[in-house]
């Protein structure tokens, strides 16, 4: 019995037995978020980029049908559409919006964020000081005013959002790249001669890939619970859009005789974030495996 233990299991087998698969926790949460996101990506392709006519147009004489109805598996609302059909309608404007503003504020994060780490002098000053005002006000509150002003619309939002919230990305991209400076073989690239771009690019950028994936990731489900709340104010797309966020304002008058109008929307936001939640928790649980920085 030397290959097997008391209850005469193989040794060998053992290490397979374990809650999470050989690569721990982070590549467990990563894979099971890529799924999830797999799935969404596919009702977008599908049912979000070609809504069914039920989806769009109504029947008043199948209003409120409930979940399960031969032909509707969420149901029907108030003007007889299939909520089915509006959920994966609304992925098209919610997590398109959220793409695009998260996108934008990484993107552009990033380069505001590199130049200060870079050059000294006036232009970190005037960034760090750009980027602290516009952190002092919240996010929303600029999202609103800007809205209130310009008018909604799916360019308008996403815009909005990813400049409100690019000073984020652009002070942990700051604070990581400093951190950077300071290596051995960046200040070794330096006194050899080597130029700043080309530092930037093949030494600071690749050790910043961890930390630039998983705000993604999280900067990509807080624009998308953005959206939806200013969607649910009335303040996001055009009410007439089927978002996630204005289905859950519809819902708000039929809580009682029709509570899977809310129930439909509410489940598709929180599966997205938690997805993405997983992802950019499993990212940076790989990293800090690996030794890499990942915020």
Do not use: K
């Not at 404007?93 to 505001?112: D, E, P, R, Y």
């Not at 998308?224 to 009335?234: C, H, I, P, T, Y």
Request: proline share 6%; charged share 15%; glycine share 10%.
């Amino acid at each position: 019995m030397t290959t097997a233990d008391r209850s005469g299991a193989p040794r060998a087998l053992l290490p397979r037995l374990r809650l999470w698969p050989a690569g721990g926790a982070g590549t467990a949460m990563l894979g099971i978020g890529l799924v999830m996101v797999a799935v969404l990506l596919v009702l977008a392709l599908t049912v979000g980029l070609n809504p069914p006519r039920e989806a769009l147009t109504g029947n008043l004489r199948l209003r409120f049908r409930p979940p399960g109805t031969e032909g509707y598996l969420m149901g029907t609302d108030q003007l007889g559409r299939s909520v089915a059909g509006r959920v994966g309608a609304g992925m098209v404007w919610s997590l398109g919006i959220a793409l695009v503003a998260a996108t934008l504020a990484l993107a552009l994060g990033t380069v505001l964020g590199l130049i200060a780490a870079w050059v000294p002098g006036w232009p970190r000053r005037v960034i760090r000081t750009l980027i602290d005002t516009v952190i002092a006000f919240p996010s929303l509150v600029i999202a609103v005013t800007v809205i209130a002003i310009m008018g909604r619309g799916f360019w308008t939002l996403a815009i909005t959002l990813g400049l409100a919230t690019c000073p984020i990305a652009a002070r942990v991209v700051y604070a990581e790249a400093m951190s950077l400076a300071r290596r051995d073989y960046v200040v070794a690239a330096q006194l050899a001669g080597v130029g700043s771009t080309t530092i930037l690019a093949t030494h600071v950028l690749p050790a910043l890939r961890p930390t630039l994936l998983t705000m993604f990731a999280f900067t990509f489900a807080d624009m998308l619970v953005a959206e939806s709340a200013l969607s649910f104010l009335g303040l996001g797309v055009p009410l007439t859009a089927p978002s996630w966020g204005n289905m859950l304002s519809e819902s708000r008058e039929f809580l009682v005789e029709a509570p899977w109008l809310m129930l439909a929307p509410a489940g598709a936001i929180v599966f997205a974030v938690v997805a993405l939640n997983l992802i950019g928790d499993g990212i940076a649980a790989r990293a800090r495996r690996r030794g890499r920085s990942a915020m």
